[in-house]
């Protein structure tokens, strides 16, 4: 629930590193989530952070290694998707049991740093066949100093269909029509600056370039973190 008090007062934190033993490693992400649920039964709304679990499949690797169990790909253990799935499926909105009525809800974060960035690893493959809200994080972006570096062409969400009659109602009515517009403007500036790099802004013709000022307000204006707002200093 809202309250006045400090983040830090209403935040559990299991903290594991890679020194410690390789059981407690895969033990701290089920940890968290039991925790979670237990204020969940509260009827409260939780959201948990699991960074990262990329380090939790190397533990489970470690361990199916030590077991002698037949590896999947690149070593994983066969079972990696499904403990993954297991993971992610444990979060929801929930009716809780008992005299009153207490409705809980916990959201899972999951963070997945593959080795040099590659997509194509498992646990990543993994993660994207059952989440359905994928936020790509780019060095580019950090390097520019655009916080959050959120990549807004890689980056997807599969609720949106779900959620557009919500946004009707309580945003505006043109907000999911204006949302595309906005992704067909980034999306053209990107291809445009293939062509800028090569030959410069000025070759191109006034249209494209009034399309590369309106996608460099969007992403500065409503993708850029703003370091004197109100909220966003903080967050």
Request: with cysteine; glycine share 6%; net charge negative.
């Amino acid at each position: 629930p809202r309250s006045d008090e400090p983040l830090m007062k209403r935040t559990v934190l299991i903290a594991n590193t890679s020194n410690m033993p390789v059981a407690a490693r895969e033990a701290s992400v089920y940890t968290g989530i039991t925790i979670a649920e237990y204020f969940r039964d509260m009827g409260m709304s939780v959201a948990v952070m699991a960074d990262s679990t990329s380090r939790w499949a190397e533990a489970m690797r470690e361990i199916s290694g030590r077991l002698e169990e037949m590896p999947g790909e690149e070593g994983y253990p066969a079972y990696l998707g499904a403990k993954i799935a297991s993971f992610y499926e444990r979060a929801g909105r929930v009716i809780c049991l008992g005299s009153d009525e207490r409705e809980g809800m916990l959201s899972v974060i999951g963070a997945v740093s593959p080795p040099g960035g590659d997509l194509s690893d498992p646990v990543v493959q993994a993660t994207l066949r059952v989440v359905k809200v994928f936020w790509s994080l780019e060095d580019k972006l950090a390097a520019m100093r655009h916080f959050p570096a959120i990549s807004w062409l890689n980056s997807y969400s599969l609720y949106s269909d779900s959620l557009e009659n919500y946004f009707k109602e309580n945003v505006t009515a043109d907000f999911v029509k204006n949302e595309r517009t906005a992704m067909m403007l980034l999306q053209n500036e990107a291809e445009l600056w293939e062509i800028v790099r090569l030959v410069g802004v000025d070759a191109l013709s006034e249209k494209d370039q009034l399309i590369l000022e309106v996608s460099r307000s969007i992403r500065e204006d409503f993708l850029h973190q703003n370091a004197f707002h109100d909220v966003d200093t903080y967050t």
